[in-house]
């Protein structure tokens, strides 16, 4: 009976700490600037950007993307991309992708390095 009890306190305990385990969500938050004459921040609405990382790189192959994108920035310059289907648990960091932001003439390009369960923040200028 005793054995059956500390077995049955320990199952009950796993069970309990197991599903404590909270995952928060994986952001990576882009905001878009250009600069004026004066050289005032200004936040670029309906920009493109584009979050993208190449697969393996080598002289004779290139491959295919792990990470490609896009969205538009909204009235404040600002876009926001959800990463937290594409995390699995356990593993050690999560990636670094490019930045593209492109509208009209104007262009930009940056790096933003993701990390697992956190809300990643970049800010890409525009020319």
Do not use: H, W
Not at 13 to 37: G, H, L
Not at 40 to 46: L, M, N, Q, S, T
Not at 81 to 103: P, R, T, W
């Amino acid at each position: 009976m005793n054995r059956f009890f500390s077995i049955f306190t320990f199952a009950t305990i796993v069970i309990f700490a197991s599903s404590c385990y909270e995952i928060n969500e994986t952001i990576a938050n882009i905001q878009i600037y250009r600069v004026d004459a004066v050289g005032e921040k200004i936040p670029v609405a309906g920009c493109d950007v584009r979050l993208f990382a190449l697969g393996s790189l080598n002289q004779d192959f290139v491959g295919e993307p792990r990470f490609d994108t896009i969205q538009t920035t909204s009235e404040e310059g600002f876009v926001s991309f959800n990463f937290s289907d594409m995390y699995v648990g356990g593993q050690a960091g999560f990636a670094v992708l490019d930045i593209e932001a492109s509208k009209g003439s104007l262009f930009g390009s940056g790096l933003i390095k993701i990390e697992e369960m956190m809300t990643n923040e970049e800010i890409v200028i525009v020319e």
